[in-house]
């Protein structure tokens, strides 16, 4: 049912002159950044630290565990055990310490062992697709955001009761699926809620509550190193259920979403309590120049999709920008999987790689006013060369390869940290989640053959770190057709996206 607007009389025709457009009403209205906020800013942030975890848990739980010789007559330090009797040799620890040890995996295909993280990012591509639109539409920014995070943490404690490969692949599948839109949802969300000023401060927020996630991995997996893989999914779970119930209580909707829902009432509500503003001035400017809108139905449940599709400069900028995520997505993604190629404390590796998201931030903070695409450029480029080295230097030098590893690591993190934020500052509002899932739904698209390359890369580097170097520095090329929004204010709607950039074009 479509809200009727005020009629104004005469008496306010003075007012109505200096009534100031709804998305500077906006940006004003949001512009202070309090405690009320900073704690809103972490509770939606911390999603992503279970997210982390989960994204990344089969360092460890898939991990190959080592071994030793119990009879040395038929076994060394160098043997192939697929081709000595299993009687000779025997796992360092338990035999269920890790899936590949307790489902006697150790001899399986490249296909076999890559299966479960492959799923999980199968099941993240589906889920983007299947999810996208459900945040942009009367479902809604928080009740997604609490929904994928509720089901990735039960599926994860069902997990556990996995009899084979498997069937613990299918539940990786859903996994993934649910997981697919929590880092869509924090971020939008985050962004949303703040203006201009702030949208860069609270994006790091979420990239360092990820952080911390990927750090305390081998933190939990250290502590039941001598004992089964399912106490890392247990206890990684349990908090992220915690989490949820909290976040249902406590966590506020996007204003800004409640506008273009026709919920004007109570995002006028929600504003007045951030805003130095006249409150009269703020009701009148929304209801006059925000849009009535219908809440959509089932049948239109994938609309913001049809959007993109009804002008050729959405559509492009989408074909692109998502080129660029599989690129920069598959270095991201892929470094940390493939710690186990670099013949170093799988612990430490990952302590190292987590600790260099820390920097990343730091970088990231200092960009900020910055412009996006020399940045994104400038470190996709280091990440691409950095992965390329590390195939030229090989297992000669160790040292120097971890080295290599680490600073391809730290370079795509930088890049993926601003990349993201130059998603949101692209579209619109009405289309803003479904966009960024799109865009999330081509970097899982990229990881999908991740885990296989990682695999096939444990007997040569070309298939893991070369393949990781040459596609990242190829997205890059995509950046050509992109605009810069540096300091630009986010529109509601794609008319006011297409007339604010023509006016660009013109001045």
Same mark, same amino acid.
């Given at each position: 049912?479509?809200?009727?607007?005020?009629?104004?009389?005469?008496?306010?025709?003075? !007012?109505?002159?200096?009534?100031?457009?709804?998305?500077?009403?906006?940006?004003?209205?949001?512009?202070?950044?309090?405690?009320?906020?900073?704690?809103?800013? /972490?509770?939606?942030?911390?999603?992503?630290?279970?997210?982390?975890?989960? $994204?990344?848990?089969?360092?460890?739980?898939?991990?190959?565990?080592?071994?030793?010789?119990?009879? @040395?007559?038929?076994?060394?330090?160098?043997?192939?055990?697929?081709?000595?009797?299993?009687?000779?040799?025997?796992?360092?620890?338990?035999?269920?310490?890790?899936?590949?040890?307790?489902?006697?995996?150790?001899?399986?295909?490249?296909?076999?062992?890559?299966?479960?993280?492959?799923?999980?990012?199968?099941?993240?591509?589906?889920?983007?697709? &299947?999810?996208?639109?459900?945040?942009?539409?009367?479902?809604?920014?928080?009740?997604?955001?609490?929904?994928?995070?509720?089901?990735? $943490?039960?599926?994860?404690?069902?997990?556990? %009761?996995?009899?084979?490969?498997?069937?613990?692949?299918?539940?990786?599948?859903?996994?993934?699926?649910?997981?697919?839109?929590?880092?869509?949802?924090?971020?939008?969300?985050?962004?949303?809620?703040?203006?201009?000023?702030?949208?860069?401060?609270?994006?790091?927020?979420?990239?360092?509550?990820?952080?911390?996630?990927?750090?305390?991995?081998?933190?939990?997996?250290?502590?039941?190193?001598?004992? $089964?893989?399912?106490?890392?999914? /247990?206890?990684?779970?349990?908090?992220?259920?915690?989490?949820?119930?909290?976040?249902?209580?406590?966590?506020?909707?996007?204003?800004?979403?409640?506008?273009?829902?026709?919920?004007?009432?109570?995002?006028?509500?929600?504003?007045?309590?951030?805003?130095?503003?006249?409150?009269?001035?703020?009701? &009148?400017?929304?209801?006059?120049?925000?849009?009535?809108?219908?809440?959509?139905?089932?049948? @239109?449940?994938?609309?913001?999709?049809?959007?993109?599709?009804?002008?050729?400069?959405?559509?492009?900028?989408?074909?692109?920008?998502?080129?660029?995520?599989?690129?920069?997505?598959?270095?991201?993604?892929?470094?940390?999987?493939?710690?186990?190629?670099?013949?170093?404390?799988?612990?430490?590796?990952?302590?190292?790689?987590?600790?260099?998201?820390?920097?990343?931030?730091?970088?990231?903070?200092?960009?900020?006013?910055?412009?996006? !695409?020399?940045?994104?450029?400038?470190?996709?480029?280091?990440?691409?060369?950095?992965?390329?080295?590390?195939?030229?230097?090989?297992?000669?030098?160790?040292?120097?390869?971890?080295?290599?590893?680490?600073?391809?690591?730290?370079?795509?993190?930088? &890049?993926?940290?601003? %990349?993201?934020?130059?998603?949101?500052?692209?579209?619109?509002?009405?289309?803003?989640?479904?966009?960024? $899932?799109?865009?999330?739904?081509?970097?899982?698209?990229?990881?999908?053959?991740?885990?296989?390359?990682?695999? &096939?890369?444990?007997?040569?580097?070309?298939?893991?770190?070369?393949? %990781?170097?040459?596609?990242?520095?190829?997205?890059?090329?995509?950046?050509?057709?992109?605009?810069?929004?540096?300091?630009?204010?986010?529109?509601?709607?794609?008319?006011?996206?297409?007339?604010?950039?023509?006016?660009?074009?013109?001045?």
């Amino acid at each position: 049912m479509t809200n009727s607007l005020p009629i104004l009389t005469n008496s306010d025709s003075a !007012k109505q002159e200096k009534l100031i457009p709804s998305d500077e009403m906006i940006e004003r209205s949001l512009g202070t950044f309090g405690w009320v906020e900073f704690v809103q800013c /972490i509770l939606v942030s911390f999603a992503m630290f279970f997210d982390a975890q989960q $994204s990344f848990i089969t360092i460890y739980t898939d991990d190959y565990p080592t071994w030793h010789c119990t009879n @040395q007559t038929m076994c060394t330090s160098n043997s192939n055990i697929c081709k000595i009797p299993k009687s000779s040799w025997s796992w360092d620890g338990p035999s269920e310490k890790t899936i590949i040890s307790q489902w006697n995996l150790e001899c399986a295909s490249s296909f076999i062992t890559g299966l479960p993280q492959s799923s999980f990012f199968i099941g993240c591509l589906i889920g983007t697709f &299947a999810l996208a639109t459900l945040a942009d539409t009367s479902f809604g920014r928080k009740n997604m955001l609490i929904f994928s995070c509720l089901s990735m $943490s039960i599926t994860s404690i069902i997990i556990v %009761f996995s009899p084979n490969v498997w069937i613990y692949s299918a539940l990786k599948f859903l996994i993934g699926f649910w997981r697919s839109s929590i880092g869509t949802c924090v971020l939008v969300l985050l962004t949303e809620k703040v203006s201009t000023e702030w949208r860069f401060t609270v994006g790091i927020v979420e990239y360092f509550c990820f952080t911390l996630g990927y750090m305390s991995l081998p933190g939990v997996a250290y502590v039941f190193r001598f004992s $089964s893989w399912k106490n890392v999914y /247990i206890w990684t779970s349990i908090p992220a259920i915690i989490y949820s119930i909290i976040g249902y209580f406590f966590v506020t909707e996007s204003p800004r979403w409640l506008l273009m829902q026709g919920r004007n009432q109570e995002a006028i509500a929600m504003l007045k309590g951030m805003s130095s503003e006249e409150n009269d001035d703020l009701t &009148a400017s929304l209801l006059l120049n925000v849009p009535p809108q219908q809440k959509a139905s089932v049948f @239109q449940l994938y609309s913001s999709i049809a959007k993109l599709f009804e002008r050729s400069w959405a559509l492009k900028r989408m074909v692109a920008i998502m080129v660029l995520g599989i690129g920069i997505g598959m270095v991201y993604f892929g470094m940390p999987l493939a710690v186990g190629n670099l013949g170093f404390d799988i612990y430490l590796a990952v302590v190292f790689n987590a600790l260099m998201e820390i920097p990343s931030c730091v970088a990231t903070y200092f960009l900020e006013n910055r412009q996006r !695409k020399p940045s994104i450029l400038a470190f996709s480029l280091a990440s691409g060369i950095s992965c390329v080295m590390c195939v030229v230097v090989g297992s000669g030098v160790q040292g120097i390869k971890v080295g290599l590893a680490l600073t391809s690591f730290f370079s795509a993190c930088t &890049a993926y940290n601003v %990349f993201l934020i130059y998603i949101i500052e692209l579209f619109p509002t009405s289309v803003r989640n479904t966009t960024t $899932s799109l865009v999330r739904q081509a970097i899982v698209f990229g990881n999908i053959f991740s885990p296989f390359l990682i695999s &096939a890369g444990r007997k040569n580097d070309v298939f893991s770190y070369g393949v %990781f170097g040459v596609v990242i520095m190829l997205s890059c090329i995509t950046l050509l057709s992109l605009p810069e929004t540096k300091g630009i204010a986010l529109c509601d709607t794609m008319d006011q996206q297409e007339k604010k950039e023509k006016l660009c074009v013109v001045l």
